[in-house]
């Protein structure tokens, strides 16, 4: 089966950075993506990772240990827009020909002045 | 890049009527379509796997007879809710491409009175 955790919520100050940890246990790994959701709103695509590393893409960077089953998003310069829920997803063939992609729990993340 | 599209937005039904909501890629063809669910304050769970021309493939705990799937075409998935209940009220979303970034619908919000 598959098991994605993040933390339930997290705070921050504007102006600073936050780091957003997620650890997966999945039979297919095949990526591991990013998603920022603001309520009420579809997913918006944040990053994507299938090799070990760090990916950078302006203020918000993501890194990935396959062989620790770890992944985090890190959100610099924090601006209050960035307040919203942080998507943890994983890609998992599970074994078959088709793809699905399985989200974490989520991460609702508040900015403050 | 790609986009999903679909409707409706919002819609209220009264208890034991049926729903429809449609799932359109605009300008690609999806073979594979996906269907999640949200519940307020929760991540996006995925419900079942569209297949264009073929029968749907249901995650476990998802009742087959009451969230009805269709692909007909290589550009359309509906999600029909069956005999909706108030517990059915939540925010269906659904998805397309994962060969890169998954294209997210701007999801229906369900009401069931």
């Known amino acids: 089966g598959q098991n994605i955790d993040q933390p339930t919520e997290m705070t921050a100050t504007e102006g600073a950075i936050v780091q957003i940890n997620c650890t997966y246990q999945?039979?297919?790994?095949?990526?591991l993506f990013w998603y920022q959701q603001h309520a009420g709103e579809a997913p918006t695509f944040l990053s994507y990772n299938v090799l070990d590393g760090l990916e950078e893409k302006g203020r918000f960077s993501s890194f990935l240990s396959r062989s620790k089953g770890y992944s985090y998003l890190l959100l610099k310069e924090l601006q209050m827009k960035d307040s919203a829920s942080y998507l943890c997803?994983?890609?998992?063939?599970?074994?078959?020909?088709?793809?699905?992609?399985?989200f974490g729990t989520g991460t609702l993340l508040a900015v403050q002045p | 890049g790609a986009v999903v599209s679909q409707h409706p937005s919002r819609v209220i039904c009264k208890s034991g009527t049926s729903v429809k909501i449609e799932c359109r890629s605009l300008?690609?063809?999806?073979?594979?379509m996906f269907w999640y669910r949200q519940f307020p304050k929760q991540s996006l769970m995925l419900m079942a796997t569209s297949n264009e021309g073929s029968k749907a493939t249901y995650e476990q705990g998802v009742e087959k007879d009451k969230f009805l799937i269709n692909h007909a075409s290589l550009t359309l998935s509906t999600l029909t809710v069956t005999s909706a209940h108030p517990e059915d009220s939540s925010f269906y979303i659904c998805?397309?491409?994962?060969?890169?970034?998954?294209?997210f619908g701007s999801g229906t919000r369900l009401t069931v009175v």
């Open positions: 998805s397309a491409g994962l060969t890169g970034q998954a294209a």
């Open positions: 999945t039979s297919g790994f095949n990526g």
């Open positions: 300008d690609f063809q999806a073979t594979t």
């Open positions: 997803a994983v890609r998992d063939h599970g074994g078959g020909a088709t793809n699905k992609l399985i």
